[in-house]
């Protein structure tokens, strides 16, 4: 990818599109440091493709898995607005066999981590993540506020979140449709967890799925608001 980004940059795509060749290695987009900040105004960024994967041990095992397709945003900021972000993904295969293939990789699109990430009139659709969150995923003590915007028809390969994961985090959605995204696990559109808080204003949750639990929503150790929200014609297990 390109190199991080450790300044305030904005760019304005003006309708084009920044994008991996179809042919070129898996890369991330955008690496997004402590000290970055970017925007993204009128803009699509799509074919980003992290399939990194670090294994370490013993004595001691740990494994990294893929991040963020189109950007990692590591304690910076990114705000999108007015774009799309669409067929970017944060996957790799650890396992395939006759029955079923395993995966890990966390948010399809956009992966934070102490972050904070502003999405507002903007598109995520056809983004796909190995493990959590098909379009996004926020954690350790990220906050992420989604405005007017539309999700649809992103996928968690074998885990939580065809949509948005959330964990350790403060998130805000308003006015947002989450339609035909799914997930193997739980979570069709959106599932939060340890010790965050979610607030879902005014945002139609229709027609997700998820192989286990909560078709649209699910949501364990979360301060949870639905101000005139809807969810509809989600399905589960």
């Known amino acids: 990818g390109l190199p991080a980004v450790s300044s305030r940059i904005v760019i304005n795509g003006n309708g084009h599109t920044i994008a991996r060749d179809a042919g070129a290695d898996s890369f991330r987009l955008f690496f997004v440091d402590s000290s970055g900040d970017l925007t993204f105004n009128n803009a ?30 590591d304690e910076g900021k990114l705000t999108i607005n007015g774009s799309t972000v669409t067929h970017n993904r944060a ?33 995520f659709t056809y983004n796909a993540s190995g493990d959590d969150g098909g379009a996004v995923t926020v954690n350790r003590d990220s906050t992420l506020s989604v405005d007017d915007s539309i999700f649809t028809d992103n996928v968690s390969l074998s885990n ?21 995204n799914s997930a193997t696990s739980q979570g069709g559109a959106i599932y939060s967890e340890d010790e965050s808080s979610l607030t ?27 101000p005139d929200s809807t969810l509809s014609n989600n399905t589960s297990g």
């Open 44 to 73: 699509t960024l799509t074919g980003g493709y992290d399939a990194s994967y670090t294994f370490t041990g013993p004595p001691y095992y740990y494994y990294y898995g893929p991040r963020g397709g189109a950007v990692f945003v």
């Open 91 to 123: 996957s790799y295969e650890t396992y395939s066999g006759p029955y079923y293939t395993a995966y890990v990789g966390q948010g399809g699109a956009v992966y934070s981590r102490g972050g904070d990430v502003t999405i507002s009139n903007s598109t």
């Open 160 to 180: 939580d979140a065809g949509a948005i994961k959330i964990g350790e985090s403060a998130t805000t959605i308003t006015g947002s449709t989450f339609a035909r």
């Open 200 to 226: 879902i204003a005014r945002t139609v949750i229709e027609e997700n799925a998820a192989g286990a639990g909560g078709g649209g929503l699910y949501a364990a150790e979360t301060n949870l608001f639905l």
